[in-house]
């Protein structure tokens, strides 16, 4: 089973990466663009003994332990299709 987990920084925190990236499209001719958020994605294979539910709880205390910095990032844990 495939898990999606997807790591941004959280609103409250500046995020110079994605600044950079937004100016740099805008300056590419793309004013639209207003904001832009830059994080991590990880796609974990799990072992298929799993259960949904078990393959989740286990994704979400490897991404707040390990994928993820709590203080200054949020995360989020998707099954994949």
Known sequence: MKIHVYVTPKKTVLDPQGQTIR???????????EN????????????????????TS???KIAEEVLSNPVIEEYRVEIAD
């Open 23 to 33: 100016r740099a499209l805008n300056s590419m001719g793309h004013p639209e663009i």
């Open 36 to 55: 832009v958020r830059q994080g991590k994605f990880f796609e974990v294979e799990v072992a298929d003994r799993l259960s949904p539910e078990e393959a």
């Open 58 to 60: 286990v994704m979400h």
